[in-house]
């Protein structure tokens, strides 16, 4: 399977743990972005690379959550002392970068972290 | 900032129905338009696109129609299968700044269900 991939699918934490989530994108796009999606709305934007380089973090996106793409090829994202408000689906998605125009962006399964 | 806002769900109809949701956006520029569509525990999958005014995207019997004036991008189908319940999310994409970021935003999704 050459589509993006997330690990874990599902993560149940206690309030004030740190978790980490994984993504690897599709091999050759050089494009990766980080959402988050809680129930019954649509993906909002977190944060953006291209290629090893963060180049946007959402104000979602508080100091409690770092992100990296070390080399240019998977990503990280943590969150330090969750908090119930976290509780939401993390999607993770790559595109290509081509000159030009809007490319598709291709979406993992995204990882359900659940805060108790 | 850029907005998308869909119609409501659930939607529901018989199969064979025609079937319409609204989309109208926001944005400054020119953005690229989007509908993806979200299957019973499956992650984001594009289903059609439209890069410029009047252009028309269409996959799989939907359709939808960039429309500049109206600033709409209605997802329309002749004729609806049980297989198509899911849940549809309009988007849009736009150039921001030097980094090329180009982040989705999406709308809040509505829900089809299609009866036998």
């Given at each position: 399977d050459t589509g993006v991939?997330?690990?874990p699918?599902?993560k149940i934490?206690?309030?004030?743990?740190?978790v980490?989530f994984?993504?690897d994108?599709?091999?050759?796009h050089?494009r990766?972005y980080w959402?988050?999606?809680?129930?019954?709305?649509?993906?909002?934007?977190?944060t953006y690379?291209?290629n090893?380089?963060?180049?946007e973090?959402?104000?979602?996106l508080?100091?409690r959550?770092?992100a990296?793409?070390?080399?240019g090829?998977?990503?990280?994202?943590?969150?330090?002392r969750?908090?119930?408000?976290d509780s939401?689906?993390?999607?993770?998605a790559?595109?290509p970068?081509?000159?030009?125009?809007?490319?598709?962006?291709?979406?993992?399964q995204?990882?359900?972290l659940?805060?108790? | 900032g850029?907005s998308?806002t869909?119609?409501?769900?659930?939607?529901?109809l018989?199969?064979?129905?025609?079937?319409?949701?609204n989309c109208?956006y926001?944005?400054?520029?020119?953005?690229s338009?989007f509908?993806?569509?979200?299957?019973?525990?499956e992650?984001l999958?594009?289903?059609?696109k439209?890069?410029?005014?009047?252009?028309?995207?269409?996959n799989?019997?939907f359709?939808?129609t960039?429309?500049k004036?109206t600033?709409s991008?209605?997802?329309?189908?002749?004729s609806v299968?049980?297989s198509?319940?899911?849940?549809?999310?309009?988007?849009?994409?736009?150039?921001?700044g030097?980094?090329?970021?180009?982040a989705?935003?999406?709308?809040?999704?509505?829900?089809?269900?299609v009866?036998p």
């Amino acid at each position: 399977d050459t589509g993006v991939s997330q690990d874990p699918r599902h993560k149940i934490t206690k309030r004030g743990q740190n978790v980490t989530f994984r993504c690897d994108p599709i091999s050759e796009h050089n494009r990766l972005y980080w959402y988050r999606q809680t129930l019954g709305q649509g993906p909002e934007f977190l944060t953006y690379f291209q290629n090893e380089a963060q180049l946007e973090k959402s104000r979602l996106l508080s100091d409690r959550f770092s992100a990296e793409r070390p080399k240019g090829s998977f990503s990280t994202l943590e969150i330090q002392r969750t908090e119930q408000g976290d509780s939401a689906m993390y999607l993770c998605a790559s595109s290509p970068s081509r000159s030009g125009g809007h490319t598709e962006a291709f979406f993992g399964q995204g990882t359900r972290l659940t805060v108790v | 900032g850029d907005s998308v806002t869909q119609m409501e769900g659930p939607v529901t109809l018989s199969e064979e129905a025609f079937l319409t949701i609204n989309c109208t956006y926001t944005a400054t520029g020119y953005p690229s338009l989007f509908w993806y569509v979200q299957y019973p525990g499956e992650g984001l999958q594009l289903l059609l696109k439209a890069t410029k005014a009047d252009d028309k995207g269409s996959n799989k019997g939907f359709e939808a129609t960039y429309r500049k004036e109206t600033t709409s991008f209605h997802l329309e189908k002749g004729s609806v299968q049980v297989s198509d319940s899911a849940v549809y999310f309009c988007a849009l994409s736009a150039a921001k700044g030097d980094t090329g970021r180009r982040a989705l935003t999406f709308g809040s999704g509505t829900r089809l269900q299609v009866q036998p």
